[in-house]
């Protein structure tokens, strides 16, 4: 935005921050854009009132507290949309196929394999993202940018997965512009046409790179213990 001068009295000025309003809220409201809001480590104190507010898509990164939380919450509201961002193990497949609507976390054969097995079983509609790891680091989940387009694929031929597009979480150190550059590459070589990318610090960078989801945990629900949080 280019902006100095507070002239926000002026009716014209008023009106232009209405439309502004609408316009984000129409890129919401038609998914254009999805906020994804990232409750973990937060109860339902914290989060009531950010549905109560109207916000449906939540995110989690471990399948045991979402268990502990999230089944309460959807009696209350049905159209809740839960997101699996954290890494998954195959035993906990049946659990996160069960508790969630979307896993965003889907990186290796095995885990593919073990959450087709489920969504049969289960009869369930899911949707999935491909994480990638983009800067190669090693204590982080996701699969190597050179595998991800062959990865996609077979998580839908073989698997017959509902891949909407691709993950990823750049490393805390380094611009992650051309990370988010880098998924958006690979995504469009895939097929893919969805990149959730993007969280509290980095966000409008992602947007700017074609995210069309954003995770945002911290900035919406404030500070986490960070044992507690990775
Ligand atoms: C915790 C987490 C977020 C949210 O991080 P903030 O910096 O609090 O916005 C986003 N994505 C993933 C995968 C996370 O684990």
Redesign the pocket.
Known sequence: MHNTTDNSADPAVIALHHIHARIIRAALESGRIAL?A?S?TFDDTVILPVLHAGQRIF?E?RVQEAKAKWPQLRRQFPDIELHL??PLQSNKAAEAVALFDVI??VDREKIAAALAQEVQKQHKPMRFYVQVNTGLEPQKAGIAPQEATAFVKRCREHHKLTIEGL?C?PPADENPGPHFALLAKLGKAAGLAKFSMG???D?ETAIAFGATSV???????GH?DHAA??
């Open positions: 994804t990232v973990k995110g990164n961002i954290g965003e976390t993950m979480i969280m509290s610090g966000f995770r945002v945990g911290s900035a919406i629900f986490r949080a990775q």
